[in-house]
């Protein structure tokens, strides 16, 4: 069965576990795709990459709750109320 890999690197488990350090380093800051049998297990990222990553979530969650608002009643307060 094909399997589409999403890194432009890859590595097998046995060579992370060799040396972690190095796969990591091979993906230049980009994801890394451990495989497992020439089947990709998992991505393997830079500390960097992961809180971009994560980022990119909370601004996609950030969006669609303002979104589910959009159209809502619009009620007026002022500051003073708060």
Partial sequence: MAHSSH???TASVTE????PMGTVAAGNGAAV??????????YCVTADEYEAMLGLIEDAELNA????R???REIRVS???L
């Fill in 7 to 9: 890194a432009n690197v």
């Fill in 79 to 81: 500051l003073d109320d």
């Fill in 33 to 42: 795709a451990i495989l497992n049998r020439n089947e990709p297990a998992f």
């Fill in 16 to 19: 992370l576990k060799r040396n």
């Fill in 70 to 72: 959009a159209s809502s």
């Fill in 65 to 68: 709750f303002a979104d589910s």
